[in-house]
């Protein structure tokens, strides 16, 4: 997978910035790299990188405004934070803005590498076999194409980010079924620790904000417990 993906590396420290360069190439990744938020967003813009790994501590934009700006233009390109900061609400403000994961250093560039892999995995568009012959999951008036990566409720398309598409399609994949906020961390974030639960929240109140409007709430809350799609 890693041959022809392109990793945007961006570090104002060029030990680190090198060391991480050095790591993806040996990997077989292409790599570009930048030293401020605005060198950032002119690399990203250019030449389209498949993934981002962005610290945020940079001595102009901040990482997260780098990633803001991403966003707020359409770019949906995974972006894997970097910082020497490890508390909740600075990972809880990196995801919800739409970074895709975050690495608090010093970290093993082993572990970044894998980390980069899982990412680029998970942003990819699912090839596995779908879950109905056409491919299409349903539930009651809310249908989500996973080969075309599209939303309709009540006929109504419904414009979702790609974390949000990810999430979506794992509750209805799990219709019926409590998931715990532990559960949705490992399967749409691949997660394998409890202390981001508040980004669940965040992206589930995204998804109501944005399926609700059309219909019937069909996000439930099962307190102390977790979430459940039922039409």
């Known amino acids: 997978m890693s041959e022809s993906r392109r990793v945007l590396v961006v570090d104002d420290e060029a030990n680190i910035r090198d060391l991480i360069e050095v790591a993806l190439r040996f990997h077989g990744f292409a790599t570009l790299t930048a030293s401020t938020g605005d060198e950032a967003l002119r690399a990203a813009g250019s030449a389209r990188p498949d993934l981002v790994l962005l610290d945020v501590m940079l001595p102009d934009l901040d990482g997260f405004e780098v990633c803001r700006r991403l966003r707020a233009s359409g770019d949906q390109v995974p972006v894997i ?17 739409g970074g895709d994961d975050y690495v608090t250093k010093p970290f093993s560039i082993e ?31 809310l249908e989500l194409d996973e080969a075309r990566w599209t939303v309709r409720r009540a006929g109504v398309e419904v414009d979702l980010s790609p974390t949000e598409f990810r999430l979506l399609a794992y509750l209805m994949r799990n219709a019926g079924k409590v998931l715990s906020r532990t559960q ?36 439930h809350t099962q307190r102390g417990v977790g979430y459940a799609l039922r039409p």
């Not at 970097?82 to 803005?97: E, H, I, N």
């Not at 899982?118 to 009651?140: E, K, N, S, T, Y």
């Not at 949705?184 to 992206?203: F, K, M, P, R, S």
């Open 111 to 141: 572990a970044l590498v894998a980390r980069v892999r899982a990412v680029l995995r998970r942003a990819a568009p699912p090839a596995a076999a779908p879950p109905a012959d056409d491919g299409v999951l349903r539930a009651g008036d």
């Open 81 to 97: 934070f970097l910082t020497a900061r490890d508390t909740p609400s600075d990972t809880v403000t990196g995801l919800t803005l």
């Open 184 to 219: 949705l961390l490992e399967g749409v974030w691949g997660w394998e620790h409890h202390g981001n639960a508040q980004v669940v929240e965040t992206y589930i109140s995204y998804l109501r904000r944005k399926l609700d409007p059309l219909g019937a709430p069909l996000i």
